[in-house]
């Protein structure tokens, strides 16, 4: 288990070019590759890592690590790093939509569908995508 230095954290929210930024993330990385790799196996780990990053580095100036109250630092990095994943997902979604409508106009949705049923298609189309990634994944992983 990884405990949370508090000083670690205000160092690297009071400046962005830290040099302990390296020590955040040799103490960070293994959790967040392992959590991408059970939760989200099809999505490229590095990028969704790098962005979550960026988002850490806006948000810790004004964070403040309460863990009685707040809940563990590590479970705000993770859901962080969950909804990039989620983004990183959606975006393929559609990219692949986008590309099969230039193949075949004819599938392209119906001016007038509602936003629910679009909302509802990309859901399936991304839990889609995971799936058929996981056993590939575990096979050549």
Same mark, same amino acid.
């Given at each position: 288990m990884i405990t949370t230095s508090t000083t670690l954290l /205000? !160092? %690297?929210g009071a400046d962005a070019d830290s040099p302990r930024w390296t020590e955040f993330v040799a103490r960070y990385q293994p959790v967040m590759?392992?959590?991408l790799t059970q939760q989200f196996p099809s999505v490229d780990a590095d990028d $969704?890592?790098?962005e979550t990053l %960026? $988002? %850490?580095a806006r948000k810790l100036p004004n964070y403040h690590y309460a863990p009685d109250t707040k809940g563990h630092f590590r479970n705000y990095l993770l859901g962080i790093l969950k909804n990039k994943a989620r983004e990183e997902l959606k975006h393929r *979604? /559609? !990219?692949i939509? !986008? #590309? #099969? *409508? !230039? /193949?075949?106009p004819a599938a392209v949705p119906q001016p007038g569908s509602s936003d629910e049923d679009v909302e509802a298609r990309e859901w399936r189309f991304a839990a889609y995508e995971v799936a058929l990634q996981q056993p590939r994944s575990r096979l050549f992983g």
């Open positions: /205000k !160092a %690297i590759e392992s959590f $969704v890592m790098q %960026i $988002v %850490i *979604a /559609k !990219a939509r !986008a #590309e #099969e *409508a !230039a /193949k075949n």
